[in-house]
């Protein structure tokens, strides 16, 4: 009885994990298949219109040596997360008002809700022209996209903490204060983080868009002139940076929640 | 033990006077007021234990709410030692239905809230905290979140941070309905034990007759809608209650007499709502 | 009832049509402060920089009525490959969704893309498209289609693994086709994901069209914003703005009312 239940059991864990190293196989040789239709496609297209794979790479090196990759990542990160800071501290702010007076979402809602749906990188002409050439209009327009998701999340939070966790509270007489700092502070904190998360994409966004349309500094920088001067193989490399910033942001931002939440199941990542 | 003697000088532990609660709901465009306490009156004694029970949604939660003070009535008033509740205070302290924990702080903390907010020093805290975790029989498990531990386990800790605010009454809501018939009968058995050691005053919700009966010296049935008190059942058991008690011909007397006023109850308030 | 219940219940009726009042003296009040710090803003500032709001809804006014005028047609440029794109990304986003949530081989083969693009900050996406497609019309479709397509496909997957099992058994058991199952059970149960992509995607579109625009169009709402700021024009600046933010709140304002009565069907 005790054996063939162990047999059995062997064998769905070999069966497992066949499993699982024939998806890897899967993924891997799929995602091979990309960089190798880069490299061939590369080889017989011209210059200006695509690189082989293999250049991106040396060009990659060559960036990153020479430090320029370095100057420009730094450069765009400092600016990104200055805007995300921004964003978490008066984004959770406004959405923790918002969802605790009552009269104060009638004065600010209307105009969070539209600006929520307004595709704010159309003011960022304005924004440049009336902060300069420096990092005041990019971090600007960072924040304009990637304040709302938090201050909506927070919001939420704010109006689900329900009764259950403010009447405990109320019933050994806490103070308002103690009301805000003890129960309605990290009760938000996964709704913020859920915003915070869907923040990363749209202040990347934010980013790229103010370092091609302002002073062209940075990552998004390097891409615009790369391209117009047709250098296709270092085009890439700052693509791939923004790529893995965003992947790694967002990984750090899930991490954090898991960390700060734990009671918390991850909610489902509704994309953005 | 006996009863405690009423002394007509000394005011009762706990005074409700007739309560009136209304709930209002907005329907279309107007309200309509859903009243759900309609004249609840009750006089508990220092060191009573009693039992309320009472068809779902008959407003056994909101008198408890009331008495502690979380919500004002519309009429009537609640006394505690003669004078008037206005509000939360020390001498009371809820065991709510739905445990009231907070999530991200562990066993030891969550104990310890009530009196962090009394500004209580951390190390005096901590050993009543500790004391009261190890009186519930958590000893061990301080140091676990909320959602690492079962409903009895969780309900053991709201009792515990109840318990550590030392108030002289406790309200208790259904707070031992997520736990099993083992952990129920345990619990029951430390909770009498702590009362007849510490004599506090104890208003107890249940929906379990039984446990109404084998608990109280006194069982208050409540009718539907709007809640009021049907009738009153002195307990004339022997304490301290063991499972023998259960098994004399008057513990079923009594519970057989509870169940048909309270079924007398909730068809009387169905023949109400029919009528309506 | 009592007289007790009569007093609150007027009280609670008087305290209800008060915070109605309420609500919209604020809304109101507050909106007027909005503009009348702006008006006055605008006629202090330096005119090269910022607009009164009267001179702006003067602009915008004159712009909507003249039917050849920048404005509207710049509104039907972007439009007119907004709405072409959008449908392609969202029949193919569904179809992706579809077949990486039904199919194993499918999902391994495509997960690293989705996963990759989706990390992607789509507007870094246009200096190369430029390089491949060239400036026009089918620049903008295909930055549009790459902008929405994800977000619709990743949610129309993860609708379908979370709907299968539950509604799945009982078709099965009915002996059910695939097709049928596919038609009948798993995409009317994933529908209310779809939406909640569609808004998602539609969102994103928008801003990448508005980006697309300011590197290769003179002509779309977003080539006009473009002309109209590097000129100084601040008042035609806010026209295409205004519109943008309107249509913005309208297409989310629709998809959440869509996803609402959805939902609400649904749960019933
Ligand atoms: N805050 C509230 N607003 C409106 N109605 C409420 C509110 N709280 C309770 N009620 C209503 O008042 C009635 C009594 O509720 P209450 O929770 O006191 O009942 P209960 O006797 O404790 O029920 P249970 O046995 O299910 O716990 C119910 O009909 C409930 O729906
Ligand atoms: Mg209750």
Known sequence: ?272 | ?276 | MTAIDDIALQAERARIRRTKIDRVLIVVCTFIGFLAVWEIAGRLSNPLFFAPVSDVVREFWLSLLDPRGRLLNGLVETLSVLVPGFVIASVLGVALGVLMGRSNLGFQILDPYVTIFYNTPRVALIPLLLLWIGVGDPLKIVIVILAAIFPVSVNTMVGIRDVSAQFTEPARSMNATESQLLRKVILPATFPYVVAGIKLGLGRALTTVIVAEFFVSVSGLGGILQATSSSYQMAKMFAPVIILAAMGVAIDGLLTYLERSVLRRYRS
């Not at chain 1, 040596?65 to 921004?86: E, P």
């Not at chain 1, 259950?164 to 502070?185: D, G, H, K, Y």
């Not at chain 1, 615009?224 to 001067?229: E, H, L, P, Q």
């Not at chain 2, 959602?147 to 109840?162: K, P």
Request: glycine share 8%; with cysteine.
């Open chain 2, 1 to 276: 033990m006996t009863v405690p003697t009423v002394d007509a000088a000394t005011p009762p532990k706990l005074a409700v006077e007739n309560i009136q609660k209304t709930f209002f709901k907005s329907v279309k465009d107007d309200v309509v007021g859903i009243p759900v306490l309609n004249g609840v009156s009750l006089s508990v004694s220092q060191g009573e234990f009693v039992s309320v029970i009472g068809p779902s949604g008959c407003g056994k939660s909101t008198l408890l709410r009331i008495i502690d003070g979380l919500i004002q009535p519309e009429g009537g008033r609640v006394l505690v030692d003669g004078r008037i509740v206005s509000g939360p205070g020390s001498d009371r302290a809820v065991v709510f239905q739905y445990f009231g924990l907070y999530p991200w702080r562990s066993v030891l903390r969550n104990v310890e809230f009530g009196l962090e907010l009394k500004g209580v020093p951390a190390k005096e805290r901590q050993e009543i905290a500790l004391e009261n975790i190890a009186q519930v029989g958590l000893r061990g498990f301080e140091n676990h979140y909320p959602h690492e531990l079962s409903g009895g386990m969780r309900q053991r800790v709201g009792f515990a941070r109840a318990l550590s605010l030392d108030p002289q009454i406790i309200l208790m809501d259904e707070p031992f309905s997520s736990v099993d018939e083992q952990t129920r009968e345990l619990l029951q058995e430390q909770l009498l034990e702590l009362w007849s050691a510490t004599r506090k005053t104890i208003l107890f919700i249940t929906h379990s007759i039984d446990e109404a009966v084998y608990m109280a010296n006194r069982v208050v049935v409540m009718g539907a809608r709007p809640g009021r008190i049907v009738e009153e059942i002195t307990v004339d058991l022997p304490h301290p209650r063991t499972s023998e008690v259960r098994a004399l011909p008057r513990f079923g007397e009594i519970r057989a007499h509870a169940w048909e006023i309270l079924k007398k109850g909730i068809r009387e308030s169905a023949e109400l709502n029919a009528a309506a």
């Open chain 1, 1 to 272: 009885m005790t054996t063939s239940l162990a047999h059995a059991a062997a064998r769905e864990a070999a069966a497992r994990r066949y499993v699982k190293r024939r998806n890897l196989a899967i993924r891997t040789g799929s995602i091979a298949l990309l960089f190798l239709a880069w490299e061939i496609g590369g080889m017989f297209t011209p210059r200006i219109f695509l690189a082989p794979f293999h250049d991106t790479v040396l060009a990659f090196w060559k960036l990153t040596k020479d430090g320029t990759l370095l100057t420009a990542t730094a450069n765009s990160l400092s600016v990104l997360l200055a805007g995300l800071a921004i964003s978490v501290v008066f984004g959770a702010l406004l959405g923790l008002l918002m969802g605790r007076y009552l009269r104060f979402n009638w004065m600010i809602g209307p105009y969070v809700n539209g600006l929520y749906a307004t595709p704010t990188v159309a003011l960022l002409p304005v924004l440049s022209l009336w902060l300069g050439l420096y990092a005041g209009p990019k971090i600007a327009i960072v924040v304009l996209l990637a304040i709302f998701p938090i201050i909506k999340n927070t919001y939420a939070g704010v109006i689900t903490v329900g009764q259950e966790l403010l009447e405990p509270a109320v019933s050994m007489r806490a103070s308002e204060f103690q009301i805000a700092r003890l129960v309605i502070a990290p009760a938000i904190i996964p709704f913020v983080m859920a915003g915070l998360r869907l923040s990363v994409g749209r202040g990347i966004v934010g980013l790229v868009v103010g370092e091609f349309f302002t002073a062209q500094t940075g990552l998004g920088g390097l891409l615009v002139r790369y391209a117009s001067s047709f250098r296709t193989a270092e085009m890439f490399v700052p693509i791939i940076v923004l790529v893995a910033a965003g992947y790694g942001l967002t990984s750090l931002v899930v991490l954090l929640q898991q960390r700060l939440a734990p009671w918390k199941e991850t909610e489902r990542d509704q994309g953005l």
